[in-house]
């Protein structure tokens, strides 16, 4: 019986190890070259630090670089980027590693510290181009006014009787520079009296639907230059317009959600946006930049990243966290959104933009627009030095 099934296994062997021969000639030869090609390069973590020293309309703009993070994952097998929030103060630290990528504000960060981009970002027309960092989202500042208490922006507010608010500067944001943007537009007397949105101010109703191409606002025109009421104060800002005790305030995206979130809830003055002045000043920028290192290909990566963050597929995404975008892709806010009306506003005004690594813009244009609204110079006037510094 042993014999016999000894036999029986040798016939079996003698079938089965020429067929085997003739299927190994028939798969792929070593798959090891074919793996390294699909998956060739650096792959490893690329780390991103986030520094966010402003909310944006959803309180931060986290939503969506994961989202891009994720997209840009998938198109880059075996390589994975880390998003890690940081403050300001971790940018200048001693002994701590280095990232491979930074998202920062303007100024929060040395120039030094960055590689060149080595690609030219297909940026909007007034955005900063610096060769080391580039603009990847953007806020911006409008007025909110009580449609309660007039039915459009004055051409100026000095001797209407109606109180203005606005919030006091802060670390984040700049409000006499954004106040001072919104005065600069000049006006005329019988433009004054107009009931139809004036030139240079295109007023939403969110009752209504207006048609994007009502959205034209024509340049400001006239003599006379927008003043604020005697005795102006900032401060307190959102107490006092939601309380229906101001006729209007500077508002971002991040306060336009909160209006309407009272509005949701039927409380709240009855309010609408309006674009007014010669230009858009906005501090709310966040710029990215690759850190500075040896590895040509992990490099290269972080450069691929930047480019991905300024894609279409990125840009259209950022109405997810209320930011609007830096290229000329749409932001992806839909009809009848406020912050869509917001952005198209802002688009057509000359954008004034502290650059990446100017660490000195704050303190300087404190200092030009600090107190405008007791100047005896034109709000225009003052409007132009601070364009003159920030262009440096």
């Not at 670089?65 to 890690?84: I, T």
Request: aromatic share 8%.
């Amino acid at each position: 019986m042993r014999k016999l099934r000894t036999l029986l296994c040798l016939l079996i062997l003698a079938v089965t190890i020429p067929s085997a021969l003739r299927l190994r000639s028939a798969l792929p030869p070593d798959t090891q070259p074919m793996i390294e090609k699909k998956y060739g390069g650096w792959s490893g973590v690329l780390r991103l630090w986030v520094c966010e020293d402003w909310p944006v309309g959803a309180g931060s703009a986290a939503g969506w670089v994961n989202r891009c993070v994720a997209s840009f994952e998938k198109a880059h097998p075996g390589v994975y980027v880390q998003p890690e929030a940081v403050d300001i103060g971790a940018l200048s630290a001693q002994g701590l590693l280095p990232p491979d990528l930074v998202l920062f504000p303007p100024g929060a960060a040395d120039a030094s510290l960055f590689a060149p981009l080595a690609f030219d970002p297909p940026l909007r027309e007034g955005l900063p181009r610096d060769p080391r960092a580039a603009p990847v989202l953007l806020g911006g500042y409008l007025w909110a006014y009580n449609a309660g208490m007039i039915d459009r922006l004055p051409g100026s507010w000095h001797d209407t009787g109606l109180p203005v608010a606005a919030p006091s500067d802060d670390p984040a944001h700049l409000w006499s520079a954004a106040l001072l943007a919104l005065c600069s537009s000049k006006y005329s007397e019988a433009g004054g009296q107009s009931t139809a949105a004036p030139q240079g101010e295109i007023e939403l109703g969110l009752s209504r639907d207006w048609p994007e191409e009502t959205l034209a606002p024509a340049p400001s025109e006239g003599t006379l230059s927008c003043r604020l009421p005697d005795g102006f104060e900032p401060g307190g800002a959102w107490r006092v317009f939601i309380n229906g005790e101001a006729a209007a305030m500077p508002v971002t995206p991040r306060e336009v959600r909160h209006l309407e979130a009272l509005s949701d809830q039927g409380k709240g003055p009855d309010w609408r946006l309006a674009a007014a002045g010669d230009a858009a000043f906005t501090d709310q920028v966040l710029y990215i930049g690759a850190v500075n290192q040896e590895n040509a290909d992990r490099l290269a990566l972080c450069r691929a990243f930047i480019a991905h963050l300024l894609s279409d597929e990125c840009q259209s995404h950022l109405h997810r966290v209320g930011a609007f975008s830096v290229t000329a892709a749409d932001s992806g806010y839909p009809a009848g959104d406020n912050l869509r009306t917001m952005e198209q506003l802002l688009r057509q005004k000359p954008l004034l933009i502290p650059a990446p690594f100017d660490a000195a813009w704050r303190q300087d244009a404190s200092g030009i627009v600090r107190d405008f609204w007791r100047d005896s110079r034109e709000p225009a006037a003052i409007l132009d030095l601070l364009a003159r510094r920030l262009g440096q």
